[in-house]
Each structure stands twice: as C-alpha cells, then as structure tokens.
C-alpha cells in the first residue's frame, strides 16, 4: 500500500488547494474606498506564519485574516485545528509579486523535472540579486519522504469570551515541498532558484 497516500488526510489537503484558489484570486485591495482592518493580533498571527516577502502583503495578510475567521465556527465540529493549520499552509506560499507569462517548467528539460520530483529536496537556494530577471515559480512538488511531527495548532481548541479562539500543539503529519524558478542575468546566464515547504495536517 502506498504509505503516503495512506497517512496524508485528505480533507486538510482539499482546504489547501481552495485556500491556494481563493488567494490567487482576491482582488486588489487598492481599489478606491475599501479601507480594511487587520488587528494587531491577527497582523502578529499572519506575520508568524508568511514568507519574508510576503510579510508587507495586505493582500495576503487580509487573505489570511478571513481565512481564520471561517474556521472559528468549526470549534464544536473539533476541526477547528486543521482549518487553522490549512490557513497557514495557504499563507506560507502567499505572494505579492507580479504576474510573469514565463514558465520556468518550460525553461528545463521534461527529463530533468522528472528526475527531481520525489528525490531529495534542494532547500532554499537564491540567485539574487546577480541574477534578476525570472520566470514564474513552478508549482510546489513532494519531496523527501513524509514524516509524523508536531503541528503548532493541531491540539486542543478552546475560545474565550470575546471570541478569540486558540489550539495548542499536537500530531502533525508533515509533506516536505519544493518549488523552483529560473533565473537571467544580463548576458542570459541562467540560475536555478529553490524554496522549500511543508505542509501540515493535523493528526498522524
């Protein structure tokens, strides 16, 4: 039996993918009057979990925000944890940069991302700032070999009485990830740039 599709949940990896969606396709918050409201506490929980450049992000901090405010109400369900969790995995992967029509899987042989997928992963490797022109980031694939850990939220759930709900540690089942993109310099030198995940679902 194949392990890994046996002990990854697939309802925490379903939020992932939708919460992957809806990020993606937030509209921009510049738009003329729209004015929200990020509290210091849910400001400090998004920075927590966002990547360095994602950090500034209004629009991932506000993705974020809503994010977590859905999950309050699965506090009786007891899935409360693993809609948290989800959140932070979508989060992690949160960009602000721009859209590029470069896709870095056509830059690289077909055989070559064969041979990396499923293989060891490179961990973060940057070419910047000598190599600055790139192509879009390929889509995240498993890496390494699955693990049972901890999850920050993946233990018990309770809510105070102004509504501000929170979930201890607990058994996590953790999918190292990875994503690349190339890279040019000025005289059309390449440079392969790596970052590395892992996603968390609660329970092992």
């Not at 809510?159 to 953790?174: I, L, Q, R, S, T």
Request: proline share 6%.
């Amino acid at each position: 039996m194949n392990k890994r599709a046996f002990r990854c949940p697939a309802t925490p990896f379903l939020i992932f993918a939708l919460l992957l969606a809806a990020l993606a396709a937030l509209p921009s918050l510049a738009v003329a009057g729209e004015d929200p409201r990020i509290s210091p506490q849910e400001r400090a929980a998004f920075e927590a979990v966002a990547p360095d450049q994602a950090k500034s992000c209004q629009r991932c901090a506000l993705a974020h925000q809503k994010c977590s405010a859905t999950c309050f109400g699965l506090i009786e369900k007891g899935g409360l944890g693993s809609c948290l969790t989800a959140c932070d995995n979508a989060t992690a992967t949160c960009t602000c940069d721009q859209a590029v029509s470069v896709r870095s899987e056509d830059l690289v042989p077909r055989d070559w991302l064969a041979t990396t997928k499923a293989a060891a992963c490179h961990g973060t490797v940057s070419c910047q700032p000598d190599y600055p022109s790139c192509a879009s980031w390929s889509s995240y694939a498993d890496c390494d070999t699955p693990f049972c850990g901890t999850g920050v939220k993946c233990g018990e759930c309770t809510c105070d009485d102004f509504g501000h709900c929170f979930c201890g540690p607990g058994p996590a089942w953790k999918e190292p990830m990875e994503r690349f993109r190339v890279c040019f310099d000025s005289l059309g030198n390449s440079c392969t740039e790596w970052q590395k995940f892992t996603v968390s679902s609660c329970g092992c």
